[in-house]
């Protein structure tokens, strides 16, 4: 190898380690919670219907203020019209994603876990958990079931005790099984 090929080659190597040390620095790892303690630590928890999404600046981020409407207060004291503010958006020709944000779409129905930050008396809520506190609701067209779906059940989430990323979470529960076991889970957080 010459002179001129070593040197293009470490080059290469050099943006390559970079490239991958970008990556590294920015992912999202998020540690596992059972549903019981989402549901304990929860300021509120409600099924909730999306009506808008705005994004904004703030601090050099894009921030995205959800708009909602309560279907179903199951803990906390709501107003019948909640903001959730995640990270991320899309403002004109910026777009910022955050793994494991969620993203709403109006019409879209969810159960979410809120909270508000110490200190905190007024919205905007942040969801507890970013996608391990979002349970979002489809209905079958062909059936008419509505099922409950975590959004983090798709995704490798670190459990502490293990010290492994494993899948787990709540997937195509039936609403009314999933409403029970957020009551059974709030009953044990009093």
Known sequence: MSYVERRRFLWILLLLTLTLLAVVANATTLAR??????????????????????SFWQNGEIWTDTTFEVVEKAK?????????RTLGGTLGHFHSRVEETPIFHPGEEAYLLLWLSEGQEETPFRILGWSQGTFRIVR???????????????????DSQTRRFVHSGIRNLPVLTFQLKLKKALEGAK
């Open 140 to 158: 079958d067209p062909r059936t008419g079931v509505a099922t409950v779906t975590q959004d983090s059940a798709a995704t490798a989430v670190f």
């Open 33 to 54: 919670l059972r549903f019981e303690e989402l549901a304990r630590q929860a300021t509120a928890v409600a099924r909730l219907r999306c009506v808008s999404a705005k």
């Open 76 to 84: 906390g004291s709501l107003p019948a019209v909640v903001q959730v």
